[in-house]
């Protein structure tokens, strides 16, 4: 993340002389208290002469000051409802506060109790294989071994390589190989688009490995099932790196605090060595929102690219992207430039896209925005420019798109630094896998598709009898923005088409749908078309549709399947899931990030053990939001649900009202 001191902030110098670092003998100066004044009291002199790193508290007002600060330092406590947060900061971060604090009425204090419990997580047992408290979120060894798993089970979509060593392997200490899992349907050959996701770079961030992980699950998972899926891993890339810090993140695996990788070529008293390696990759290295300091939380390392660990990530960056920008900062990539990267964080509900190193807007600034309020539309978190109190350079989304002009975020999961599970698998992981499914559907052209407008709620029969014809129906949205930080630029649906097997990129052949009002003037359209299956041949067929603006820019194409038969309806076919679930709990199937569907009749079935009572709903994905649409609650373990639905992203929820065991669940659509 990056960060500049703006001009308001801009503090005469003098004001530094009576801080710790301008005073030799921190016992002589004069108490004060701490927040309005720059002057240090000799207690925080003294806690910085034992601990170059504290947890800072600062108490703030509004939630802009939230914001602006965990743009600038990622927390580690603290919230924007409880008007504060924790921070551990150096010396310099801490006096720089300060001066931000003077003008902006904060209180800001060191923690003394917070700073011993995170000193004290540093001495840690390193032979831990999990991570205490926190089931959900699998160890480095059980993420690799899970990408293994998918590779084996999905041979033809998954592949897993190395893409170099951890600093520890290059010394031949133990450490890791850093990998990346290749999602993509083999068979289909041509230059494809690619999301590549890069997670956990800071080694302490439990979710965004997780997250990534069970993104990469839901999408072998539902692919040949769901259509979108399936075009998209038919014609696009997914480049995943679960895990960017193995080292480091081992160590934060058994109970440390640790945020950078373990290079210990530079000794530290406290036990903070290492790197940050979200302020050494190379573009704009070293130009502010860094640390000299080798003790540092966010120390920019000897030289630009010094660590193994980002050596291999910006190789793969490299190879992941073609090359679209110039060499001048102020150079625009062409608006049909493809790919998108993304860095996934925790915690504080953002979504940033560059520069932080200025708060001048990047040269793709305009549809960086679009976009960026797009994803953040899914999730709910607020869209930002990633500049915040003061600049941070040597980060990866500044790399990515300062050197290749790619579409780059880096999005900060969550409300918790270590975000409980239960939080994690019912609200994080659904909305930001929504977040990021949409970064896929755009990954083609996210300059151009990211403002325009989107295909929802697409309907047809799932069936049709060959010679029929069939009413498909849509909505045409472009108000699908998080516009929590300003507005999107006024725009109107101008029309909308449809193509059958062969997508509009592929030189497919589109068909006008109408609005259904009559004409096409208002940011919500609903559209339609009557489909004749005449030449098409027996079987399933793939329906793309696709939206455009006034202004003629498409938005991404939405699909379904529609299989056409000899003129009989095909039987439904049932998928079994077995689940456990105790008294007062809940069960999700097929998982959390539900299933996406066509549309049509779903039914449930449940059966649960004899003497209990477990009741079964259907949810539907609204937004970021999931919402009961349908409920079966007798006073038995044995429940049903037929529901009439349209297309859209459902999951089943099985609550246990009373007594625990093994369920079955038998879906039919």
């Known amino acids: 993340m990056t960060r500049r001191l703006t001009s308001s902030l801009l503090l005469s110098t003098s004001l530094f002389l009576a801080s710790c670092s301008q005073t030799p003998q921190p016992q002589a100066a004069p108490p004060v208290t701490p927040g309005t004044s720059l002057v240090a009291t000799a207690d925080e002199c003294s806690v910085f002469q034992q ?40 010396q310099a971060d801490f006096e720089r506060l300060r001066v931000t604090g003077l003008s902006r009425d904060w209180t800001i204090r060191i923690d003394k109790a917070e700073t011993e419990r995170h000193s004290g997580s540093l001495k840690e047992n390193l032979g831990s294989l999990s991570i205490s408290g926190y089931s959900c979120y699998r160890t480095v060894e059980e993420t690799y071994s899970s990408a293994q798993g998918l590779v084996s089970q999905y041979p033809n979509l998954a592949s897993w390589s190395s ?30 688009p690619r999301l590549l996701i890069t997670a956990s770079i800071h080694a302490r961030e439990y979710t965004p490995a997780e997250l990534s992980t069970r993104f990469a699950e839901y999408l072998l998972a539902n692919y040949g099932r769901d259509a979108d899926v399936t075009w998209m891993l038919d014609s696009q890339e997914v480049w995943l790196v679960l895990q960017s810090n193995p080292d480091g993140r081992k160590k934060a695996e058994a109970g440390a605090s640790w945020r950078k990788n373990v290079n210990d070529t530079q000794k530290c008293s406290n036990g903070l060595f290492g790197a940050d390696l979200n302020r050494n990759f190379t573009y704009a290295w070293g130009t502010g929102g860094s640390s000299t300091d080798p003790c540092n939380e966010t120390y920019r390392g000897v030289s630009a690219g010094s660590e193994p660990e980002t050596q291999n990530l910006q190789n793969l960056i490299k190879a992941a992207f073609a090359d679209n920008r110039g060499a001048s900062r102020t150079d625009a990539a062409p608006a049909n430039t493809s790919g998108v990267y993304m860095d996934i964080h925790s915690y504080s509900q953002l979504v940033l896209w560059p520069w932080g190193d200025t708060t001048t807007a990047a040269p793709n600034g305009a549809a960086l925005q679009s976009l960026g309020r797009k994803l953040a539309y899914f999730n709910g978190y607020t869209p930002e420019q990633s500049v915040g109190l003061y600049p941070t350079s040597g980060t990866t989304d500044d790399f990515a798109y300062g050197e290749l002009g790619v579409a780059s975020y880096t999005i900060e999961l969550g409300t918790a630094f270590f975000e409980p599970c239960n939080t994690f698998t019912s609200t994080t992981l659904p909305k930001n896998q929504a977040a990021l499914l949409y970064a896929l559907r755009v990954a083609r052209a996210p300059y151009q598709l990211g403002s325009g407008p989107d295909s929802v709620s697409v309907t047809a029969p799932a069936s049709v009898a060959a010679g029929a014809s069939f009413t498909l129906s849509a909505s045409a949205d472009i108000t699908r923005f998080n516009t929590s930080n300003g507005s999107e630029p006024a ?36 559209v339609q078309a009557t489909v004749s299956t005449s030449g098409l041949s027996a079987g399933k067929h793939t329906v793309y549709v696709r939206a455009r603006n006034n202004s003629g820019t498409y938005g991404p194409v939405s699909a379904l399947f529609v299989t056409v038969g000899g003129g009989t309806t095909p039987t439904p076919t049932p998928t079994t899931y077995n689940g456990t679930v105790s008294s007062g709990g809940t069960s999700y199937q097929p998982g959390t990030a539900g299933f996406s569907y066509a549309g049509g009749t ?27 649409v349908g409920a079966s609650e007798g006073s038995t373990s044995t429940e049903a649900i037929t529901y009439n639905a349209a297309s859209g992203t459902y999951r089943w929820r099985v609550y246990a009202y009373s007594g625990s065991g093994n369920y079955t669940l038998t879906e039919t659509k």
Do not use: C, H
């Open 51 to 90: 601990k170059p790193i504290v947890v800072s508290r600062i108490d703030f007002k509004t939630e802009r000051d939230w914001i602006d600060i965990v743009k600038t330092f990622e927390p580690i406590g603290g919230s924007a409802e409880e008007k504060f947060v924790l921070l551990d900061v150096g």
């Open 602 to 628: 779903l039914k449930g079935n449940l059966t649960g053990p004899s003497g209990t009572d477990f009741d079964l709903y259907l949810q539907k994905l609204n937004g970021s939001t999931w919402t009961q």
């Open 491 to 526: 725009r109107t649906v101008a029309g909308a088409e449809y193509f059958i097997d062969t997508p509009p990129w592929a030189g497919g052949t589109a068909s006008a749908m109408t609005a259904a009002d009559g004409s096409f003037n208002t940011n919500r359209e609903n």
């Open 163 to 192: 893409i170099g060593s951890t600093w520890l392997k290059t010394k031949g200490r133990g450490g890791y190989d850093m990998n990346v899992l290749k999602l993509t349907n083999k068979s289909t050959g041509g230059t494809k």
